[in-house]
């Protein structure tokens, strides 16, 4: 069975610009989170989405938007990128959220220059 | 103000001894607690868990220690293997949404063969 996967492993971006980042949760997995993980630090909560509404966010500026698909997977969208978002990314995906497991992608290493 | 503390960025063991990581955390409503493995380039594996309700929690070698009052947690490695290497992340959530958790900046375990 296919685990969690995300795309791309690695994005370099510039100042400014905007990105999207993809999961697909584990089969039959209806809810998505996302962290932000930033070098020396421990995964920051970012959004949980389940049945395509958000259930969740946190302390994240505007700039960080996402959003779950039908088929339960989802996009994590940064605007206007500063050096400070560089960071791995990391989605979970659990079968609901009240669920005691989730389940981590690999995570998108983003590199904003 | 972190709500999750792991104090030991780094602990080092011989193969075959206890490892002792531990963790503390301020949020009375944190009701679910698990702990986290992450090789390089990886996401985090879950481990083992431990609900608010009880005060230990055994799976093999690994075995996680609760105490509400002291807000405190510890996992147990027994014995330790070099193939324990890795970093340990504590994380806690509310209403049992293993999603949605607050995660500690982790520690770093060296077991020596």
């Known amino acids: 069975d296919a685990g969690v996967t995300q795309s791309p492993t690695h994005l370099i971006k510039t100042r400014g610009q905007h990105v999207t980042l993809r999961c697909s949760p584990i089969s039959g997995h209806k809810s998505v989170s996302w962290y932000q993980q930033v070098l020396g630090q421990g995964p920051q909560f970012i959004f949980q989405y389940y049945e395509k509404e958000e259930r969740g966010r946190g302390n994240f500026p505007d700039r960080f938007s996402a959003r779950q698909f039908p088929n339960y997977s989802s996009e994590l969208n940064v605007n206007a990128l500063l050096l400070g978002d560089s960071a791995l990314y990391l989605c979970a995906s659990s079968l609901g959220v009240m669920n005691t497991e989730a389940f981590f992608g690999q995570g998108t290493r983003l590199t904003v220059v | 103000d972190q709500q999750v503390k792991q104090n030991s960025p780094s602990l080092s063991v011989q193969e075959g001894r206890i490892s002792i990581l531990n963790c503390d955390y301020t949020n009375s409503m944190f009701d679910y607690f698990l702990w986290y493995k992450k090789y390089p380039a990886e996401g985090p594996t879950f481990l083992i868990s431990?609900?608010?309700?009880?005060d230990k929690n055994e799976d093999g070698r690994f075995t996680v220690f609760l105490n509400k009052s002291a807000k405190h947690l510890s996992l147990h490695i027994v014995p330790s293997q070099p193939g324990d290497s890795a970093v340990y992340f504590c994380?806690?959530?509310?209403?049992?949404?293993?999603?949605?958790?607050?995660f500690g900046d982790g520690t770093t375990l060296t077991v020596k063969p």
């Open positions: 431990i609900s608010s309700i009880k």
């Open positions: 994380a806690a959530s509310a209403d049992t949404n293993a999603g949605k958790s607050t």
